[in-house]
């Protein structure tokens, strides 16, 4: 029988510290909580369907009769970036963090300058707005790219698309990519082309292009892909994973148009997995620190759940997830180590509590049993739980 399950990642909205988040400078971050208690934001769709029922989750009302199966995910990989997260949900506990790097050594920006031909300016860990904003007119005047990093491990390439057209700047960070491997290698680099004048640069986000290392090893996308089922990337999900065990992508402008690109492919109804990331969360507000944004993003796709629901079918599964924090009232601009979201929703099913999984490679185990196909590495299946019991 076909089946649909939808993944929607909301980038960031993490749960509350893990218990090693001491280690990672983030004890008592809380993404979701200090967001919504320091803004008064209610979101009445995600409360209905569990958000509110989670443990440790206590800035959304608890609902009698949830409507999804909800809990919290505890992340095993030794890590609080992008990569790693949206990895763990397909099957891939890493062993070892990626390398991040204050700035990078002469080896590889030698090569890099020799392949731009324009030499670079930064080189160091910096806020993607504000190093723009203080080499953007250097960079207008001399065309050298701006590189910048992160406590994340990216190298991030910048450039003003007067200076610099697109498909030249996503040149730079294809050969940007060969150069980071080894000894050298970094989880991501990211093309991040920006627009205006001096003092009113604007960053274009829809232009963004993430160049990820190779997952190390087989993912339940590449076992879904194999099996003939249809594995839909929207946003920037299929660039995580190296545009591996995808057969289709779609890209988006923001988060709403995120939303809209999912409802449009759910109500297709593909045989195999929609699978979503919605940026803006992370982007656009916890790095920026902006809990007043980030809140309103929040209560916009809150808007949205009664839509997604309509467009779960009977026996299809929707699942919305987080990959780590990025809590906005918190000292810096990086990530936090916290719990991930979890809530699952399917027509007809009883809301059940998930309690707290101890690896977000759950997600991979379940989409793989509720699809039909055979997945042997890690996670476990909570599938069981969201076909048992009706409404």
């Known amino acids: 029988m076909m089946a649909t399950v939808t993944i929607v990642v909301l980038d960031s909205v993490g749960l509350g510290s893990l218990p090693d988040a001491a280690a990672f400078g983030d004890d008592g971050a809380h993404t979701l909580d200090h967001t919504l208690l320091h803004t008064g934001t209610r979101l009445t769709g995600l409360a209905g369907l569990g958000l509110g029922c989670i443990e440790g989750v206590g800035s959304v009302e608890a609902v009698s009769d949830p409507a999804a199966s909800h809990g919290r995910m505890a992340e095993a990989s030794p890590g609080k970036d992008t990569t790693t997260g949206h990895w763990e949900f397909m099957g891939i506990i890493l062993h070892e963090p990626f390398r991040t790097w204050p700035e990078f050594p002469p080896a590889v920006m030698n090569a890099f300058d020799a392949a731009t031909g324009r030499g670079h300016l930064g080189n160091l860990p910096a806020s993607g707005t504000d190093i723009i904003r203080d080499l953007g ?13 992160s406590a994340d491990s990216v190298f991030q390439v910048a450039a003003h698309v007067d200076a610099v057209p697109l498909e030249t700047l996503y040149t730079w960070c294809e050969a940007a990519r060969a150069i980071l491997v080894g000894e050298h290698a970094v989880a991501r680099v990211i093309a991040r082309p920006f627009r205006g004048a001096p003092g009113s640069f604007e960053r274009l986000g829809a232009a963004r292009r993430d160049y990820s290392v190779t997952p190390p090893s087989e993912t339940v ?3 879904l892909k ?5 594995v839909v990337g929207i946003g920037k999900i299929p660039d995580i994973f190296g545009q591996r065990g995808f057969t289709r992508e ?8 995120g939303v809209d690109r999912t409802l449009e492919v759910m109500r297709e109804r593909p045989d195999g997995l929609v699978f979503t990331n ?3 969360f992370d982007s656009l507000y916890g790095h920026r620190r902006d809990p007043e944004g980030y809140a309103g993003a929040l209560a916009d796709f809150d808007k949205r759940v009664p839509e997604l629901l309509a ?4 026996g299809d599964t929707l699942l919305l997830v987080s990959d780590h924090g990025n809590d906005p009232t918190w ?3 990086d990530h936090t180590r916290e719990y991930g979201l979890l809530l699952a929703y399917r027509p007809g099913s009883a809301g059940h509590d998930l309690g707290t999984r101890g690896t977000f490679a759950d997600v991979g185990a ?3 049993e509720l699809l039909g196909v055979r997945w042997t590495g890690p996670g476990t299946s909570f599938a069981g739980d969201l076909t048992r019991g009706g409404r």
Do not use: C, F, S, W
């Open 137 to 149: 007119q250097e960079h207008l005047q001399t065309g050298k790219p701006i590189v910048y990093t």
């Open 331 to 333: 000292p810096g601009t």
């Open 311 to 314: 467009a779960v079918a009977e």
């Open 221 to 223: 996308l590449d076992v």
């Open 278 to 280: 919605l940026v803006e």
């Open 366 to 368: 379940t989409v793989a």
């Open 226 to 230: 194999a099996e003939g089922r249809e």
């Open 250 to 257: 779609v890209h988006t402008q923001d988060n709403m148009d």
